[in-house]
């Protein structure tokens, strides 16, 4: 899903505390339900997708970081969702890795 609706091999996402969230030009946010927990939201102008709303988890919101204008100062930290990556994308050693998501992993 990621690399559909970024088209790209991933895509690069911060969890924020959705209180802390200011969001100038919200009016041109689209929202569109991806799947029972999760809502996209995009700008009906430019078509990006800005956000990630977890509706199970409503006090965390995800931000593409692909799409601020500016620098988040922040580093990845993890892989996830590995198991469906893109095949001919290498992943680097340096990160732990998780097929699904972290607590979501098989004990198989």
Not at 60 to 67: E, K, N, Y
């Amino acid at each position: 899903m990621c690399r559909k609706a970024h088209g790209s091999a991933f895509s690069s996402n911060a969890l924020v505390p959705t209180g802390a969230l200011t969001i100038e030009g919200a009016a041109h946010l689209t929202a569109y339900r991806s799947s029972q927990n999760r809502e996209k939201l995009f700008c009906s102008k430019c078509g990006s997708q800005l956000f990630i709303r977890r509706l199970d988890a409503p006090e965390g919101t995800v931000i593409t970081l692909g799409t601020l204008d500016s620098d988040p100062k922040i580093s990845p930290s993890r892989n996830v969702f590995v198991g469906s990556k893109a095949p001919w994308y290498e992943l680097g050693a340096d990160l732990p890795s998780y097929k699904v998501y972290p607590g979501f992993e098989s004990t198989e």
